[in-house]
């Protein structure tokens, strides 16, 4: 398994911008399509965005669209979701998932996920 490690959280007000990162380690970061989650406080856990093996490909859910961008570099082992325009309702803990298939939708897709990092915008 790939063992994957969030940052890049933390407090922003409405229309402010966050990158976080995902660090990747255990075993080959390019064999894997990867994928960013979030949970809400009292809500299931939803998915945000996809990136595919190599990069070349993303995939967003609609709520996200247009507003973040999801990236990858192979050559560092690292993933990125830099979220511009935020709105309170993006307050979330995110996750970072990897995958063997793309784009990797729903939560049974994952086979390793991060512990998470706490996103907060203020209104």
């Known amino acids: 398994q790939v063992q994957l490690v969030e940052s890049g959280g933390g407090l922003v007000q409405a229309g402010g911008s966050l990158r976080l990162s995902c660090a990747a380690s255990?075993?080959?970061?390019?064999?894997?399509?990867m994928g960013w989650f979030r949970q809400a406080p009292g809500k299931e856990r939803e998915f945000v965005a996809a990136?595919?093996?190599?990069?070349?490909?993303?995939y967003y859910a609609d709520s996200v669209k247009g507003r973040f961008t999801v990236s990858r570099d192979n050559a560092k082992n690292t993933m990125y979701l830099q979220m511009n325009s935020l709105k309170p309702e993006d307050t979330a803990v995110y996750y970072c998932?990897?995958?063997?298939?793309?784009?990797?939708?729903?939560?049974?897709?994952?086979?390793?996920w991060g512990q998470g990092t706490q996103v907060t915008v203020s209104s």
């Open positions: 255990g075993r080959t970061f390019s064999n894997y399509a």
């Open positions: 990136i595919n093996w190599s990069g070349s490909s993303t």
């Open positions: 998932a990897a995958a063997r298939k793309y784009p990797a939708t729903n939560i049974a897709d994952a086979r390793s």
